[in-house]
Nanobody
Framework: QVQLVESGGGLVQPGGSLRLSCAAS????????MGWYRQAPGKQRELVAD???????SYADSVKGRFTISRDNAKNTVYLQMNSLKPEDTAVYYC?????????WGQGTQVTVSS
């Protein structure tokens, strides 16, 4: 089993920044990629960004150039740096870890972008 604990959400004004963190523990050697998803009220959960063990990254078009995903392997932690935040970025953000034939989810952290 893999446990994921997220932190770093909150309320920020448009144009502001936040950094989300996701610390993994447990059978982490099974993980080959980690990522961030988000779900806004009334919408489906969508991929925001992910990063493989090799460091390859991918981003949703809506966040390219504004968000950066990174990882600290020594700390088993993945980060999502979010800059130039917009009201439409408001959502619950979930950390995800992918292992062979199974995925793991964090509990979610609320990000609200509002003036």
């Amino acid at each position: 089993q893999v446990q994921l604990v997220e932190s770093g959400g909150g309320l920020v004004q448009p144009g502001g920044s936040l950094r989300l963190s996701c610390a993994a523990s447990g059978t982490i050697w099974r993980i080959y990629a980690m990522g961030w998803y988000r779900q806004a009220p009334g919408k489906q959960r969508e991929l925001v960004a992910d990063i493989t063990n090799g460091g390859s990254t991918s981003y949703a078009d809506s966040v390219k150039g504004r968000f950066t995903i990174s990882r600290d392997n020594a700390k088993n932690t993945v980060y999502l740096q979010m800059n130039s935040l917009k009201p439409e970025d408001t959502a619950v953000y979930y950390c995800n870890a992918k292992a062979v034939r199974v995925g793991y989810w964090g509990q979610g952290t609320q990000v609200t972008v509002s003036s």
